[in-house]
Nanobody, 130 residues
Framework: QVQLVESGGGLVQAGGSLRLSCAASGRAFSSYVSSYAMGWFRQAPGKEREFVAAITWSDGRTGVADSVKGRFTISRDNAKSTVYLQMNSLKPEDTAVYYC???????????????????WGQGTQVTVSS
């Protein structure tokens, strides 16, 4: 129904910045975006996938995890069907695979657990060196 493709991951030094992109496509996404939310999650080896940030597609309401508040910013470009995660002041603990996801009922109220999201991208690796 929805295809998500992440990009922008890579290797950066601590204190640096990186911007991740997630391009969405598919008839379901394009036609019914008013009810969707898009989010970013991350997962490090041996750890559970954790919430990072989310945004409603229709009106741009956002929510971010306490661990990245003040450092990460989520945004969207409706014309490009793309959501971004701007990551500043990166720390080694931010190292993880970052996943883009869609919650098809998240437009009313943002949700913050991985079980609430319906579609997932393949992930992009972010590595922060000390």
């Amino acid at each position: 129904q929805v295809q998500l493709v992440e990009s922008g991951g890579g290797l950066v030094q601590a204190g640096g910045s990186l911007r991740l992109s997630c391009a969405a496509s598919g008839r379901a996404f394009s036609s019914y975006v008013s009810s969707y939310a898009m989010g970013w999650f991350r997962q490090a080896p041996g750890k559970e996938r954790e919430f990072v940030a989310a945004i409603t597609w229709s009106d741009g309401r956002t929510g971010v995890a306490d661990s990245v508040k003040g450092r990460f910013t989520i945004s969207r470009d409706n014309a490009k069907s793309t959501v971004y995660l701007q990551m500043n002041s990166l720390k080694p603990e931010d190292t993880a695979v970052y996943y883009c996801a869609v919650d098809y009922t998240g437009g009313l109220e943002l949700r913050f657990t991985r079980h609430d999201y319906d579609y997932w991208g393949q992930g992009t690796q972010v590595t922060v060196s000390s």
